[in-house]
């Protein structure tokens, strides 16, 4: 049972437009939610988080919505830029899972010049 | 920073071997994990331990134990390596409990290949 989803494996997006990303879960005791990036050969770095009692949180070109009701999420870059091009894990977890968190399958972006 | 380092980048082990991946961190986090990433399924959580001798598995335990014997120090053992265990496996590490604490830090990851 897959409880976060990113059901796109991949996006292009040319250099400067928005890359928008998303991701899903089943879990209404989510109560944080995260973005990693990836790059090959790397380990995952922690991008941007928001908490469930928010809707939006900014942070540079970087923004990440919460959509509650639709248990949606989507993290916005703006401008994209070609060291943007990584694979983007959504993770999330419940307040009583201790430090657990779930993460999705990734989308690998892909910013072209 | 936060960092935590595993051994190694690159093994390369055989069928039946016992493997041991080490992991590292030097922000005293109480939290540490262990994963496995393959294509088109995520980071799967193997093991995790929160605290000293403390482990708990994760959703994919089945061919693997691990160890803490200290706080900053998790290591995950293939005790008979098989093929089907040829992965990218990646440690991280948390503060305790909640909010921004969920972050979790991760090392480079170690390329295992079991032939």
């Known amino acids: 049972d897959q409880q976060v989803k990113q059901n796109s494996p991949s996006l292009s997006v040319q250099e400067g437009r928005i890359s928008i990303l998303n991701c899903d879960y089943t879990?209404?005791?989510?109560?944080?939610f995260l973005w990693y990036k990836k790059y090959p050969a790397e380990g995952p770095t922690f991008l941007i988080s928001?908490?469930?009692?928010?809707d939006k949180n900014e942070d540079g070109r970087f923004t990440v919505f919460l959509n509650k009701s639709a248990k949606h999420l989507s993290l916005h870059i703006v401008p994209s830029q070609p060291g943007d091009s990584a694979v983007y894990f959504c993770?999330?977890?419940?307040?009583?899972?201790?430090?657990?968190?779930?993460f999705g399958q990734g989308t690998e972006l892909s910013v072209k010049p | 920073d936060v960092k935590v380092t595993q051994s190694s980048r690159y093994l390369v082990k055989r069928t039946g071997e016992k493997v041991f991946l080490e992991c590292v961190q030097d922000m005293d986090h109480e939290n540490m994990f262990w994963y496995r990433q393959d294509p088109g399924l995520g980071l799967r959580l193997i093991y995790f331990?929160?605290?000293?001798?403390?482990?708990e598995k994760g959703d994919i335990p089945e061919g693997y134990s691990v160890s803490r014997e200290k706080k900053e120090r998790f290591s995950l053992i293939l005790e008979s390596a098989s093929t089907n265990q040829t992965s990218m496996y990646l440690c991280?590490?948390?503060?305790?409990?909640?909010?921004?604490?969920?972050?979790?830090?991760f090392g480079a990851g170690t390329r295992l290949s079991v032939l």
């Open positions: 993770a999330a977890s419940a307040y009583n899972q201790g430090g657990k968190l779930i």
């Open positions: 991280a590490s948390s503060q305790l409990l909640g909010g921004t604490k969920n972050i979790q830090y």
């Open positions: 331990s929160y605290d000293v001798k403390m482990k």
């Open positions: 928001i908490s469930s009692i928010k």
């Open positions: 879990n209404s005791m989510f109560d944080y």
